[in-house]
């Protein structure tokens, strides 16, 4: 009985033992690592996040350098079989990861509606059942992988940025040959270590009018709330059907998206609370601002690649106005290639009715085994079963 009793135990400090090997072989070199954390989300203008669900997981953040610590605060997560196919060679290895391993709110997303004008004046509230998958048909990002030189200055309008060849935008509203941007916007790219990056965009399986997009617009200047009446008037509009947005693509990507104009959209008066919250809708009004119901919004969005490096943007004349500052990282591990690697990229955007804003984009990604810490707590757990069955049985 004796010798069974101890047979038991060598098993279990066998079996610890290997659990606390395999945690510590977290490599990832040159084949498949799993993906087992990160998030990826935008953000629009100063605080409205794609998806809106992201409000209750990050709040308004993350603010300053994406790390370990401050991460994407995102609800894309990863699925339970994400992986990523990770290069040879010297450190920063390149990441291969395929499409839609980062999902949210799929197969069917809950309907969300968010307050805006707190935030952006022009808008009263969004109401959308926005699904997201990232990245769109895959993507690699690698050392070198973010184009342009070390530095890069970009804004609408200007040629696109290449390996040798730098726009060097001059403001927010010059280009770099002197003249007007196509509209208000700069994004500026600085290197850090390895300008390690690359584009990646991201795919919305549900979106517009079909699947509950609304849009509710503060066409006639309200500058205070509540408000209920004649007086309080909106704007209904629908955003148009898409399935694939190129906030993170590569430099100069462009997109126009169409409107769609359904039966019933156009002014209304209604009820709205002190945060943009719409409560009941009434009548159609006569034109306001010279606005004729039925009107649309088009929008057109020109993108910028993702970097672990520094990126500034801005857009000006907006109260208040936008100007940021992200910063990703690269905390891999040199030798196995496992770790934590965070990216950000930024959007410009131009709307016909709401006007222009800088938009936001940040991926934080976990590569490798789970940490040493679960597999300890395996092992341990392991090793106590072991011993209690011992003990029961003496």
Known sequence: MRFIQSLGFAAAIALAGSLIA????????????PIVGGSQRTQVSRGLPFPIAALANGGSGPTGKVSFFNNAGGAVVPTP??????????????IRVPDAQLTWGLPVPPTLAVQ???????LFSIKTKLANAWPNGGATFAAGGRTGPSTVTFCPGAPFPTASYNPGCLGANTTGLGGPTDFPGLMRYTKTANQFGGPATQRWPN??????????????????????????VMGIIYPGDSTNQIWGGAFGQTTVMAPVSPTGFGVYTG????????????????????????FVQTATSIAGPFTTG?????????????????????????????????????????????????????????????????????????????????????
């Not at 849009?215 to 408000?227: D, E, F, S, Y």
């Not at 500052?325 to 690269?330: A, H, N, Q, Y």
Request: charged fraction near 10%.
């Open 116 to 122: 805006i004008f707190p935030i952006n004046p022009a």
């Open 310 to 394: 520094r990126l500034e943007h801005s857009v000006p004349g907006l109260i208040p106005p936008e100007e940021f500052v992200l910063t990703g990282s690269d905390q891999r591990n040199a030798v196995t290639g496992d770790g934590y690697i965070s990216m950000v990229s930024g959007n410009m955007a131009n709307r016909s009715l709401s006007g222009p804003s800088t938009n936001r984009v940040w991926v934080s990604l976990q590569l490798g085994v789970p940490e040493p810490g679960m597999g300890l707590g395996l092992a341990a757990s392991a090793l106590f079963l072991a011993c209690a069955g011992a003990q029961r049985r003496r």
């Open 207 to 232: 979106f517009g009018p079909s699947r509950g997009g609304t849009i509710h617009l503060n066409v006639a200047g309200i500058t205070a709330l509540p408000c209920n009446g004649p007086g309080c």
């Open 22 to 33: 395999s945690s510590a072989q977290a490599a990832c070199d040159g084949g498949a690592c």
């Open 81 to 94: 079989s994400a992986q990523a196919t990770i290069g040879t060679g010297a450190h920063p290895r390149s």
């Open 271 to 294: 009820s709205i609370g002190a945060g943009g919250t719409v409560f009941s809708i009434g009548n159609p009004t006569p034109p306001i601002a010279s606005v004729n119901p039925p």
